[in-house]
């Protein structure tokens, strides 16, 4: 049996979604920068290059979403 699933519920989910990517995008920013400051710029060049998948991943929520 399949769960009906509601338009708002989606939306709400997938804004919830991306909200919680930007707080991680937010704390990925600062721990690279942090990171970099104590000589270890492959690990934050690393942890940049995973804000900028969250960051795409954020875009394909977002067109997701815009497409309900």
Do not use: P, V
């Not at 991680?24 to 942090?34: D, G, I, V, Y």
């Not at 995973?50 to 875009?59: H, L, R, W």
């Amino acid at each position: 049996m399949t769960e009906h699933i509601d338009k708002h519920r989606i939306l709400h989910l997938m804004e919830h979604w991306i909200e919680h990517n930007e707080s991680h995008l937010k704390s990925f920013n600062e721990w690279s920068r942090k990171i970099g400051e104590a000589g270890y710029e492959e690990a934050a060049a690393k942890i940049l290059e995973a804000a900028g998948k969250m960051e795409e991943c954020n875009q394909k929520l977002q067109q997701a979403k815009d497409s309900i």
